[in-house]
């Protein structure tokens, strides 16, 4: 965080870490912000956080709102006056059937035409039996993703995918976990459904390594967290990657609070993506900072009429 008296609220970097998710070594994390903070302040200089992508996103968000002087406005834009939102998906976790409907019934009363569901918790019979009752429900038209994280076993996982095709599925995440890209390789040329990269991409750092990966896996599509791939630099080479190779992208919070939303939503909207991105996850929070962001309908919306609620900082 910095502070200037010409700063409307302090300058503010976001370190979002999950843990059991994020690569960074959670008890290295406070003695490398000491020395991000030592170099900056007395050379300039920033250490190597190639081991701390979330660490990595917070400083370069943080450089970001310096430059913007503390107005959280990175990009003076449709998105930014108000004019224009991002589609975004709608989010059902994993339950017991009850709760997913509940959860689904309120998406779709909400306006959301795109919904994702994490699937994997139940067993896989129950699971089929949820879609297919949400299809007669709601019929074709919704577009519907899923989020296996890796659930699925290697040894039946064409064939679940197979069944699962029955009920128009856009796209599946992970089926199977990272790390064996000749079975997800195999998978991805062979599913009737499309699949999306998702862990799979943690940890791949150098651009040499992103090539080698999406060469070898040839994904229909990656999904890009910034605060897990090392921030939005990362991203940005991530999608000329893909999109070089015809691999389509989306991007998808991670469990930040509005202020990591907000450098995200600014650069989603910066590059012009059309598909639903996964940003509703700030909604989940109970005390999330007060600021212009707000979902409404299926849209993410920035309200140029509306203020952040950071006092609590300032006076740190």
Not at 204 to 218: C, G, M, W, Y
Not at 263 to 281: D, E, R
Request: with cysteine.
């Amino acid at each position: 965080m910095a502070t200037s008296p010409e700063f409307e609220y302090p300058a503010i970097g976001e370190c979002s870490i999950i843990p059991g998710l994020s690569p960074d070594p959670f008890n290295e994390i406070e003695k490398m912000l000491d020395v991000i903070c030592v170099g900056l302040t007395e050379n300039g200089d920033e250490p190597d956080l190639s081991k701390f992508p979330a660490l990595k996103f917070g400083l370069e968000m943080l450089n970001t709102d310096i430059a913007a002087k503390g107005t959280k406005v990175f990009r003076h834009d449709k998105f930014t006056s108000g004019e224009s939102g991002i589609l975004i998906n709608g989010l059902v976790w994993m339950g017991d059937t009850d709760f997913m409907k509940s959860q689904l019934d309120a998406k779709i009363s909400e306006g959301f035409t795109c919904i994702k569901i994490k699937i994997g918790s139940l067993d896989f019979e129950t699971e089929k039996r949820f879609l297919s009752d949400l299809r007669n429900r709601y019929g074709d038209e919704l577009e519907l993703r899923l989020d296996a994280n890796g659930a699925f076993p290697i040894s039946d996982a064409s064939q679940m995918l197979d069944q699962l095709n029955a009920f128009g599925i856009h796209s599946i995440e992970q089926p199977i976990k990272a790390g064996n890209w000749t079975d997800m390789a195999s998978i991805c040329s062979a599913s009737p459904i499309p699949i999306a990269l998702d862990e799979e991409l943690i940890g791949v750092k150098s651009h040499n390594e992103k090539n080698e990966l999406l060469d070898a896996i040839k994904p229909q599509f990656i999904i890009l967290k910034p605060s897990l791939v090392g921030g939005l630099k990362e991203c940005s080479q991530w999608i000329d990657l893909a999109e070089s190779k015809g691999t389509g992208w989306w991007i998808t919070s991670a469990l930040e609070s509005n202020i990591g939303l907000n450098a995200i939503a600014q650069y989603v909207f910066n590059k012009g993506a059309f598909m639903p991105q996964g940003l509703g996850t700030g909604s989940l929070f109970a005390n999330n900072f007060d600021s212009p962001l707000s979902i409404q309908g299926e849209m993410l919306r920035f309200s140029a009429h509306s203020s952040w609620n950071l006092d609590e900082l300032k006076d740190d």
